[in-house]
């Protein structure tokens, strides 16, 4: 079974940074897009930054300037390094992928996510 795993989240004062990491395992044969979403309370999750296994990058403008993507394929792992932050970054942060991977013999192609780490931005 494929798993994702988000680490990095915690609380930080306005102004500091905190870098997410995403590991992807199991029987995984190709990752297409690794994507990072947020989900504050009462809204809706938005998606914050891609990233494809081209190294290809998308950021919610909200974010540019201020948070960098980036993922290692060896590794089948994504990172979100932020900086800057404000209270408005404050969000339950999702990582997700576009994979394909094996299963009974099969080649299967599915979206992934993690369950979540809690990033607060607060003084």
């Known amino acids: 079974q494929v798993q994702l795993v988000e680490s990095g989240g915690g609380l930080v004062q306005p102004g500091g940074s905190l870098r997410l990491s995403c590991a992807a395992s199991?029987?995984?044969?190709?990752?297409?897009?690794m994507d990072w979403y947020r989900q504050a309370p009462g809204k809706q999750r938005e998606l914050v930054a891609a990233i494809t296994s081209g190294g290809s990058t998308n950021y919610a403008d909200s974010v540019k300037g201020r948070f960098t993507i980036s993922r290692d394929n060896a590794k089948n792992t994504v990172y979100l390094q932020m900086n800057s932050l404000k209270p408005e970054d404050t969000a339950v942060y999702f990582c997700?992928?576009?994979?394909?991977?094996?299963?009974?013999?099969?080649?299967?192609?599915?979206?992934?996510w993690g369950q979540g780490t809690q990033v607060t931005v607060s003084s």
């Open positions: 199991g029987s995984i044969f190709s990752i297409h897009v």
């Open positions: 997700a992928a576009d994979l394909k991977y094996y299963s009974g013999g099969y080649l299967l192609s599915n979206d992934y």
